[in-house]
Structure formats: C-alpha cells, structure tokens
C-alpha cells in the first residue's frame, strides 16, 4: 500500500483542482513500571488516511482507515462536497499555489530498535525503581520508556511525493517523596522532557542508576527545603524549564494561524500583531530563536512538513528583533507575513494546521559558572511541573520541580514549589545572560495540544541556562 | 461538478451501521481462539465524525472522519499486555487485525514479570444503549451556522455524528453505546476582541434555538463591548463563577484529585480531606450517570452504580476507584475507569437565584469563563489560571465594566471551602467540546458559584 499510494489516482474520480492523498501508519510500544511493579506494558498500531480535495478554492477533508478503493473514492467524494459545500464561505480562497509539487524522504537517525530483550527492558525499568527509592520516604516510584515508529506518505495529483520515517524515543523516571503533608516529585527533567528522534537511550546509558539516584535523592531533599521565596529577584532557568518557556512564551504567539484567528475560540490568540513583523523587539539583543527541523535527533525534525513543503531552518528572532511567524504556506499566503514549513497534522485523521516543530534558542556567549557567579542574589530553577498561560499569551505563571538560591555568586540552598509568573512582552526583555553551548541541552514534549478538531503533537525545544532580571518568584501553599 | 461512482453518502449512526454486529462477531471469534489460563478484554472506540471549523464567520476547515480502534487485554495467569489497533468494519480485516496482535501480546506476556494487580475480566451483565439523533445534513452545515450571523465574528467548531463505546471480554460480558450528537463550541468577537462564548450541544439541531442562543450572546457582547476596560489590580475579591468557569474547576478534579491512586500514590490535591480536611457545606461532587450522556460502563465493561458521591456537604465520601487499585490496597473499587477520572460530574445546586446573582455579589468579578488551568501546588489543592471571555467588574449589583483578563491562584480548600458562599439554584449542562484523538462525550452539569476572597495574582 504505501508503495503503490499513488496508484490510488488511477482509481480516483473526482472532479476537482488537486487532490492529496495522506497515508499516516504508526507503531508504538510503552512500558512503565511502579514500585518495581509491571503498570502498563502495551502497543498501539494505527493506520489511516486522509484524502484532501481542493475544488472553488476551498480545501474539504475526509478521513478513513479503510483503505479499499472503494473507500478512498467514497472519502473523495465526501470531501469533495465538503469542499463544494462550504467553498461560499471560505476564509480565503486558495489555489494549487499553496500544495506545490514536492517529491523526497526523510528518514531519523537511527531505528528505535535496540537490543534490549522485552525481558531486559522491564528488568531495567524495575531496576531504576530500586535506584530512585533512596529511603522509606520515597512513596513512589516509577520508570517508563516508549518507542514510536511513524512513517507519513504524502501523494498529490500534480506529482507530490514525500515519504518520512520518524523514530521516536522517550523515557521518564520519577520519585515521590511523603514526610507527613509534605509531599514533593523529581522527575528526569520533566514529565517526557527526555524525548527524541532515534534509538531508545535511555536505558543504555552508563550513568542510568545513578540519574535514579540523584532523582530520588532531590525528591528526599525537597522534603526539608524552606519554600521558594517570595520575591522579585534574578531567575536563572534551566534547559528543561526554558523549554516551556519557549514553547508557551514564544512559539505559540508566533503561530500565524493564532494571529489570523482561526484559533481564538479554542487555544487563543496573540499578543503578537501581523504588523510586528519585521520590527517588534521582541526580547533582548541576546535573544536568537531559531525553527530548526535540521537538528539531528531533535523531536520535531523533519524534511518536509504534512503538505510537502521542504523545511528549512530559519531565524524567528534575531537579535531580540521578531523577523518571521511560525506561519504555514496558507497563512503566509492569508497574512503576507514570511513563515516556515509548519502545517502539520498529528494523525490521518486530523487536517494540517500551523504547528511549532524544534523552536530552540540559540547559544550565548556566558558558561554556567560566569552566569552564577555574576549574580548577588537570585533562585535557580529546573524541570517544568506547572504551566499557565492567558490566551493572548501574555500573563504566565510556571512552576518547576526544584530550586536552588544563589547567593552571593553560588548556588545554595534548595527550596520547594520554586514558581514564577510574569508577561511574555516584558519577561524576554529582561533575558540578561545566555548560556554558551556548554549548557545548551535539547528536549521534547510529546503532548503539545492545539486546533480544533484537536491534535496534541510532539515539538522539540532546546536552549542554553538563562538568566533574566526582575522577576516575580514565590513558593507553594504550604 | 461531475462525480462519478458516488457511493450513498452515509453519516451519523449510518456511517457505523453493522459496527455492533461487526464488533460482536470480533468478540466471539478472537475469544473462540484463547487458550486455557488465557481470558481476554476488549473495547471499541470509533466515530463518525463531521468537523467544520469556522473563522469570523467563514469556513476554515471543513471534513469528515471516520475511524474506530479496538484495544484488548490479553491476560494468561497473572501476566498482561495490551494491544490497540484499527477497527475499519470490514470483517475479515479487522479479525486478521485482531488476531495478529493478539498473537504479538502472547508472544510478550512469557517475557514479562508477574503483575500483582492484574484483574480478570468477570461477568456483571450486558447492556445495550443505542440513542438516535437527528443533525444537520453535513452539505447544509455551513449554511445553517453561517447565514444568519455573516454581520458579526462568529468563530468556532461544529462537531456532529455517531460516537459508539462497546466492550466485550472473554467472561461472555457485552456492552453497547452509540449515540448521534451534535456539538457547537463557538464565540462571538467583537471589534475590540473582546468575546462572548456559546455552547449547543445534542441529539437534535433545533435552528431556531441556534439563531436564538447567538442573539443573545450577540446581545451581551454589546454589554462587552459598551465600556472600556477597567484594570483590576491583583488582590482578593468577592467573585461569582459562571457555570462555565465552574466546568473549568471541575476538570481539574479528574487531573489528579478524585483518583484513589493518585490519594495513595501521593499525588492527590483531596488528600488532605483524607485527612480530615473539610470543604464548604455548600459543595457536593457527584459522579451522576443518571442523564446518560455518557456509557456507564468503563473500558472493562464494569458498570457503575448510577451515581457515586464523591463529596457531600464538603466532606469527601468516595474517591474513584478502578478494580485494579481495589486490588491492590485491597478496597472496593467504584467501576471507575483505569485512569480513575470523573465522567458525568455533577455539582448539586444550591439556593441562589439567578435573579439575585448581581446583588448577593454586590461589589467584585462576575467571570463568564476561565482559561488554561494547572496546579500550582497540587498537594495544596491550589490551582492557577486565567479569565477569558465575558468577565465584569460589578459595583452595587450592577455591572460597571469589563475587566482585563486575569490570574487567578488560589486553593480549593479556600473558594470551596469556607470561601463559598452559595451555589446558584439551578445547574447547567456544560457539554465537553475536547476533541483530543477522539470525539468527546458528556459534559459537567454544575451551577454557578458565588465565593468570597477569590485571589487574583496578575
């Protein structure tokens, strides 16, 4: 079937200006494992297509996986007419223009298979549960790791063919710690913060157990820290905490579709305006954010987005100063604002919209000691455990699983419910201190939700540590 | 247009005719396949599904899905794994596909270490719930929503068709659910982007009641839009949360809090209640089935009793428990489902009425909505988020203005504890609009709230 997609034209009768034709097939296996108990060892196989139909301007879609020709040509037929139907009340109307002609592959890195033994994988699993369970008041622990093996097949009637293979691995352990009220998680940089494109790591690497270890030795040490201060001082963010922030405070504002409204029941809008482009100062001069699907092994790398327009990498902002949208070819073409290779879907059975894929910001200048030490009096903060944002993308409030004080030039004390809040526009501006490419490190997330039918889809974010000034900081409840 | 070969165009409960029969069938054939100490679960999940996603009142995005997935538990002795794939409908397909995986778990299951808490599949009874509709036809959407507001910003999703549930396992227990919806989640934009957020949700379109319900949120943008902003500085204050803001807190009761796991597993913002600590006297959560919106059997087939209070008078009563939990601190569970999440809430309704909302909150927010929550401090029961929509600043009982958006942070212990002051008299219907790799169903049925010292930090 996927070799022969483009035979499915031969069968094809529909009366209309392009036709695609998206073959999505998907294997997945995940594996976690609770208090050296087996909790969910389970696969997941998919496969779907979506056929898109361009007629009077405007796009219909319809989805199936069952995948008979007389099923593709009865899904033609129903997005045909949806296209027919709705063409009077097309947002924009659209031409061939925005569905060029594109043919090549992309392949990750490596396979996801590795030689681990079922057996041998669940044996390690439970073996980081004994690691991360330092002493009795560790309540919980739990190791987990999912591989994902994704192929896209992109034909078109004008001569597309774009055939990509993603493989995908994420791992997450994590430890709770309980002394009476207190009640306090570390996890391995965030929850499926370590996500990538290639071979499942994760349990391969020397230093595992005693990743595990430190984990749960930081959830025993968070029990009889003093609460994050509250006050406004210097924050230092670590590679997996900057990853939301980008993606909250930077990607999504940048998304054009947002900009154009099409997402303002649902996900919100933007503080961003089309006119900003090309000129707001965005963030500091030291502020450089790149969409990269070049970056090897990144989680959202790829050679072609979902409509076949090869993607390259591109600055976003330069210099602190907003250049380009996280726009698909259709929004560029409905705001006449420069984007990127960006419509993406999540599944066969959900139409392409604009999506973030690697949004990293680029190293600076300063090592972590030189940032550290520049600072009189400031908390440090890592790995993301709350997010909130409004949906202008503007007002945020974050939280992180552990913190540290700087004091006088060093890092001190930990402190729980390290939280911070503050406003995009403003906050970027205050980013004094970028960390060089010693402390450039790449995540991932799995689970970015947007749209309307919904997708949640996988992005990947790297950064340096950074520091920005004057930040609002508080800690928990109590 | 010329289209040739046209099948006839089947929606709704007609795009999944045969699905029952088909699933049945699947059932039967692949547990007449098990060998001994082998027992086995299944579940569909599929829909037929209009999508048509709406920008100031154009069409963005219009089509159809139609997809189905089995999952299946493979249980021999006291190992499991489990295994989801396509179901198309096609018999033959979807039995190679079936078996084929179950032959991958039975080749994993040696390999695998014993699970304690494994739970075999039993028999409690089968049940069959089939709820016909009667929506729109999908080439007449677009004028049906559009004609009548092409003056104003209206921007939204319509969903409609057949959603089904079913399971089957190897005990001989059989459950069937379809039903034929529609659901509009929409919201009317003025000039000044301020917005008013609507909802239609059923089994039958009824286009005066649309025309209707957009005229009045047409009629309380204009109240938006009437006055410039007033900026309400960060502090605490007498708040009345609409049913929809409401809905938005009682999401959050599923994402770590009702659950019996999370409880014990340190992980719970209600755990404190097992400790002792009380909410309002006017707050009860209930697990309600009696509307049957939703199936009330979860992904094993159990079935829950119709309803399940969960706390009562601001005392907790019951958490969520699946079986495997029961098993495993050796409890009753509640026929919850495997993630132990609320699937038909309930609030119970109070004694304020809508009439006097505006003078009992007297000087403070009226908030329509609430947006992108999270825990702040999930064991302190404290939750972040944002005001969106419709939200006023009222003096006197009467609204003077609306407000900036908001954050707000505060704990349930506090504006569901003593902060609450009173529950309005009647509840709402709020129906779930998500989306997220299949269609919802169901909703959160609750009133509006009137509290006290609400804090806003932002």
Redesign the interface.
């Known amino acids: 079937m996927d070799q022969d997609l483009s035979k499915y034209f031969d069968y094809l ?3 209309a200006d392009w036709v695609g034709l998206r073959l999505i097939s998907e294997k997945s296996t995940s594996r976690s494992v ?1 208090d050296g ?2 909790e ?9 297509l ?1 056929i898109e139909v361009l ?1 009077n301007g ?9 995948l ?1 020709p ?1 099923s593709i ?3 033609a ?10 063409s ?4 924009y109307e659209f031409s061939t223009d925005v569905r060029p002609k594109a043919v090549g592959s992309y392949q990750s890195p490596q396979s996801t298979q590795n030689d681990l ?3 041998d994988t ?2 390690l699993l ?1 073996q980081v549960c004994d690691s991360l369970k330092v002493s009795d008041k560790i ?2 622990t739990g190791a987990s790791v999912s591989t994902i093996d994704t192929e896209h097949h992109f034909v078109s009637s004008n001569g597309s063919d774009v055939h990509q293979h993603f493989s995908i691995a994420s791992s997450n352990f994590s430890a ?3 002394d009476g ?3 306090q ?1 570390r996890s391995d940089h965030g929850y499926s913060a370590r996500s990538h494109q290639g071979a499942l790591d994760a349990l391969s690497e020397a230093d595992i157990f005693a990743r595990a270890q430190r984990i749960g030795q930081q959830a025993l040490d968070l029990l009889d820290a003093e609460e994050c201060p509250d006050t406004c001082t210097t924050l230092v963010l670590a590679p997996d905490q900057m990853m939301l922030q980008l993606h909250e405070s930077v990607g999504h504002p940048l998304e054009l579709d947002r900009i ?3 997402e ?3 996900a ?2 933007s503080f961003v305006k089309l006119s900003d482009f090309g000129s707001l100062v965005y963030g500091s001069p030291l502020m450089n954010v790149t969409f990269d699907p070049s970056v090897l092994g990144e989680l959202a790398s790829y050679g072609f987005d979902d409509v076949g327009i090869p993607a390259t990498r591109e600055f976003l902002i330069e210099n602190g100063v907003l250049k380009r949208g996280l726009g698909s070819i259709e929004s560029q073409q409905r705001s006449q604002v420069p984007g990127v290779a960006n419509s993406r879907v999540c ?1 066969w ?3 392409p ?1 604009d999506r973030m894929a690697n949004i990293n910001l680029e190293p600076g200048e300063s090592g972590f000691e030189d940032i550290i030490g520049s600072i009189e009096s400031g908390v440090y903060m890592e790995a993301n455990r ?7 993308r503007n ?1 945020f ?1 974050f ?1 992180c699983e552990y913190g540290r004080l700087i004091e006088n030039g060093k890092l001190t004390k930990t402190v729980r ?1 390290p ?1 911070y ?1 503050g ?1 995009s526009s403003s906050f970027w501006r205050s980013l004094v201190k970028v960390g060089d490419a010693s402390t450039f490190q790449v995540f991932g997330t799995p689970n970015c ?1 947007k749209g ?5 889809i996988r992005v990947g974010h790297a950064s340096p540590v950074c520091a920005f000034e004057n930040v609002e900081v508080f800690g ?3 | 247009m010329s289209v040739q070969g046209v099948p006839s165009e089947k929606f709704g409960l007609k795009a999944v005719d045969g699905w029952e029969e088909e699933f049945n069938g699947l059932c039967d054939s692949t547990i007449a396949t098990l060998k001994a100490n082998e027992h086995l679960s299944l579940e569909l999940s599929g829909e037929s599904t209009q999508f048509m996603r709406l920008n100031n009142s154009k069409v963005r995005q219009s089509g159809t899905v139609t997809a189905g997935y089995v999952s299946m538990q493979l249980i021999d002795g006291d190992r499991t794994a489990t295994m989801t794939v396509p179901f198309t409908g096609d018999r033959d397909l979807d039995r190679a596909t079936v078996l084929e995986g179950l032959n991958d778990l039975r080749q994993e299951l040696p390999q695998l270490p014993a699970d304690p808490y494994v739970v075999l599949p039993a028999n409690l009874g089968s049940s069959r719930d089939s709820h016909g509709g009667k929506l729109l036809d999908p080439d007449q959407v677009a004028d049906a929503l559009l004609t009548s507001v092409q003056d104003i910003d209206f921007t939204g999703i319509y969903a409609s068709g057949a959603v089904v549930r079913a399971t089957g396992n190897s005990a001989g227990q059989r459950h069937w659910f379809a039903t034929e919806t529609f659901d509009l989640d929409y919201s009317v934009i003025g000039a000044s982007e301020r917005a008013v957020k609507g909802a239609l949700a059923g089994q039958a379109w009824d286009q005066e009641k649309f025309e209707s319900q957009v005229r009045r949120s047409r009629s309380q943008l204009v109240t938006l839009e009437s006055q410039p902003f007033k900026k309400i500085k960060p502090g605490q204050y007498r708040t009345y949360l609409a049913p929809a803001a409401v809905t938005e807190l009682v999401f959050m009761f599923s994402w770590g809090a009702v659950s019996e796991a999370s409880v014990r597993q340190g992980d719970s913002a209600l755990a404190k209640m097992r400790d002792g600590r009380s909410l309002s006297h006017h707050f009860t959560l209930v697990e309600d089935f009696t509307q049957g919106t939703v199936p009330r059997f979860n992904s094993l087939g159990e079935v829950s009793t119709p309803e399940v209070p969960i706390i009562v008078e601001g005392e907790l009563r019951n958490t969520l428990v699946s079986t495997r939990t029961a098993k495993e601190y050796g409890i009753k569970g509640n026929a919850a489902s495997d993630w132990e999440g609320l699937r038909s809430p309930r609030i119970a309704s109070g004694t304020l009425a809508e009439a006097d909302i505006l003078r009992e909150l007297d000087c403070g927010l009226y908030l329509s909505n609430l947006h992108y929550l999270n825990w702040s401090d999930q064991p302190g029961g404290r939750i972040t988020g944002m005001t969106r929509y419709a939200c006023f600043w009222v003096e006197n009982g009467e609204i003077q203005a609306p407000i900036q958006d908001l954050r707000f942070d505060d704990s349930l212990y506090n504006f569901f504890g003593p902060n609450l002051v009173a529950c309005t008299d009647t509840a709402e219907f709020v129906p779930d609009p998500d989306t997220y790799e299949e269609r919802s169903i169901g909703g959160v049925t609750t009133p509006g709230v009137l509290i006290n010292d609400f804090t806003f930090t932002l």
């Open positions: 009768d529909v009366d609770r108990n087996p969910a060892n389970s696969h997941s196989r998919d496969r779907g979506m007629a405007q796009f219909g879609y319809a989805a199936t996986n069952r008979t007389e040509q009865a899904a037929v129903r997005a045909h007419r949806q296209a027919i139907a709705t009077r009340w097309a947002v033994s079922v057996a669940v044996g439970r309540i919980r709770t710690a309980q009220t207190v009640t998680q154009l409204g099409d303002r029941n649902y919100g809008s599944s059975n959900r139409p919209i709350s997010w909130s944002i409004d949906d202008y007002k409030q939280g419910n939280n809040r406003i939700g309307e039918p919904n997708q949640v928990g409840a109590g």
